[in-house]
């Protein structure tokens, strides 16, 4: 991936021009007198800074010979795990993403990675980006005791809406927490974890 770098190509990009009515590109007809659409240099500058700050933003350097630079940025932005501070309290944890989650992105499967600032010592809540808290559970799917979440461990939540559990409304379940407590369901068989008590 790279820029375009012929004798003609401007030092700067262009300013962009107002929003239109979104469209689709035609060839044209000559029979019915429709033009074909003219592809502008501010519609190709878009679609090229598009795809260079995917592979910039990846931590690679862009090359005019490697043709594969887009896949390999995506897969690598893809492995990075972002870690979000815990800006809340014991028991109430919170956390703040660059772009903020909202009702419509905030759905079950989502997963959050928090950096634990205060251990819990009971049942706890999540809610990212000032959105309406909701319980934490363990992966034997009930509220924390106490101990789950360890200070300056890193807890791993998924959004998860699960009948039977929370008359039916969303929890995050605490898929690991480095340090803290794993609460796992009781066992059925033989080589299942065994609960305490």
């Not at 074909?36 to 010979?65: C, D, F, H, Q, R």
Request: with cysteine; net charge negative.
């Amino acid at each position: 991936m790279y820029q375009t770098d012929n004798s003609t190509a401007a030092v700067s990009q262009p300013a962009a021009t107002a929003a239109g009515s979104a469209g689709f590109f035609t060839d044209g007809n000559p029979a019915t007198s429709t033009p074909a659409t003219i592809v502008p240099a501010e519609w190709l500058n878009a679609v090229m800074m598009e795809l260079v700050n995917v592979v910039i933003g990846a931590g690679l350097t862009l090359s005019k010979t490697t043709y594969n630079q887009v896949l390999a940025a995506i897969k690598r932005i893809g492995q990075n795990t972002v870690v979000l501070a815990d800006t809340g309290v014991a028991n109430a944890y919170t956390a703040v993403n660059a772009t903020p989650l909202v009702a419509g992105t905030w759905v079950d499967g989502v997963v959050q990675a928090v950096k634990i600032a205060h251990a819990n010592t009971g049942a706890s809540t999540y809610a990212p980006d000032g959105l309406p808290a909701i319980p934490i559970y363990g992966l034997g799917l009930q509220a924390l005791q106490g101990g789950e979440l360890a200070l300056n461990g890193t807890a791993i939540l998924m959004r998860a809406t699960i009948a039977g559990v929370n008359s039916g409304n969303p929890i995050a379940v605490l898929m690991e927490c480095f340090g803290g407590t794993q609460q796992v369901p009781n066992s059925t068989s033989s080589q299942h974890a065994m609960t305490l008590g």
